[in-house]
């Protein structure tokens, strides 16, 4: 059973910065893709960022230029600095993970980020 955690979730003002970590129990090089995801209450868990297996970085439109995706492999973790934050951003952030086999998918139990004006 593959274990995901996500920490460095807290609260912010505006303009600041956190960087989230997802610690996996498994070597992140046997997973496809690795993803943060951010929910609101009132809106769909979104996309904000991912990093392929190659190390090949995706940003969600809102997330380019300010958020940084990366990984340390020796640690089985993958990093979401984010910086210049603002109210939107917002969220329980989510770590989901995909293996390259269908339904090898896994996720976190989530990290609270709460960013005020």
């Known amino acids: 059973q593959v274990q995901l955690v996500e920490s460095g979730g807290g609260d912010v003002l505006a303009g600041g910065s956190l960087r989230l970590s997802c610690a996996s129990s498994?070597?992140?090089?046997?997973?496809?893709?690795i993803n943060w995801y951010q929910q609101t209450p009132t809106k769909q868990r979104k996309l904000v960022a991912g990093?392929?297996?190659?190390?090949?970085?995706n940003y969600a439109d809102s997330a380019k230029g300010r958020f940084t995706v990366s990984r340390d492999t020796s640690k089985k973790t993958v990093y979401l600095q984010m910086d210049s934050l603002t109210p939107d951003d917002t969220g329980v952030y989510y770590c989901?993970?995909?293996?390259?086999?269908?339904?090898?998918?896994?996720w976190g139990p989530g990290t609270q980020v709460t960013v005020s004006s």
């Open positions: 498994r070597n992140i090089f046997t997973f496809n893709t």
């Open positions: 990093i392929s297996n190659l190390g090949i970085t």
């Open positions: 989901n993970a995909n293996g390259f086999n269908d339904g090898d998918t896994h």
